[in-house]
C-alpha cells in the first residue's frame, strides 16, 4: 500500500476502535456518554458532529391539565347530549368520564401535537356501541381548549371543552 493512503486508513482505525472501546465500555458499566473523537495522527485532523440531545415522546407539558365540555350528537334513538371532563397526564395518557344520555368512561392518548384518540362506550343493549373520540388539543396562554368529534357503529355527534393547562 502507498504511505500516502496508509495515514488516512490508520485513522480511521484508531477512530473506530476508539468507538468500539467506548460503546463496550459503557455497555458493561451500566451508563452512557458520547464518543469522544481519537488524538489526530500529524497532518491529519479528525472532527465529530455534536450529538443532538434525545428528543422526548411524552405529551408536552403545555397540554398537561384538566378540561370540562359538552357532547351532543344523533343516536339510534334520537339526540343524545351530555357533560364530560377529562384529564391529560404529561405522558400523554387520558383518563376521563362523562354523564347525559350515557355514562361511561375514556381512555386515550394525546400526542405532542395535540392529536386526541380516545374510546368509551355508549349505550345497553343491542343499542351498547364503542365509541371513538378523535379531536385536537391546543393551548391559548393558561387555558386548554379541545375540539372534536366522536362517533360509532350507532352514533356520532361532535364535542367541546376548556380548562386550566396545569
Known amino acids: 500500500m502507498h504511505k500516502s493512503r496508509l495515514i488516512p486508513v490508520c485513522i ?18 451500566g451508563t452512557t456518554s458520547t464518543p469522544t473523537p481519537a ?3 500529524t497532518g491529519a485532523v479528525a472532527t465529530a458532529s455534536p450529538t443532538p440531545a434525545p428528543t422526548s415522546t411524552s405529551t408536552s407539558q403545555a397540554l398537561q391539565g384538566t378540561l370540562t ?11 343524545e347530549s351530555g357533560t364530560f371532563s377529562m384529564t391529560i397526564y404529561g405522558n400523554g395518557t387520558i383518563e376521563g368520564s362523562y354523564a347525559g344520555s350515557h355514562t361511561g368512561t375514556l381512555k386515550g ?8 384518540n380516545a374510546t368509551g362506550t355508549a349505550g345497553s343493549g343491542v343499542n351498547a ?7 385536537k388539543v391546543t393551548r391559548s396562554g393558561k ?9 360509532g357503529s350507532k352514533r356520532s355527534g361532535t364535542f367541546s371543552a376548556t380548562g386550566p393547562a396545569s
Open 143 to 151: 387555558s386548554l381548549n379541545i375540539q372534536g368529534t366522536w362517533s
Open 39 to 41: 488524538a489526530t495522527t
Open 12 to 29: 480511521t482505525l484508531v477512530l473506530a476502535l476508539a468507538l468500539l472501546i467506548t460503546i463496550v465500555g459503557c455497555k458493561s458499566s
Open 69 to 79: 365540555g359538552t357532547y351532543s350528537g344523533q343516536g339510534p334513538k334520537g339526540p
Open 109 to 116: 392518548q394525546v400526542d405532542t401535537s395535540g392529536n386526541l
Open 129 to 135: 356501541d364503542n365509541v371513538t373520540w378523535q379531536g
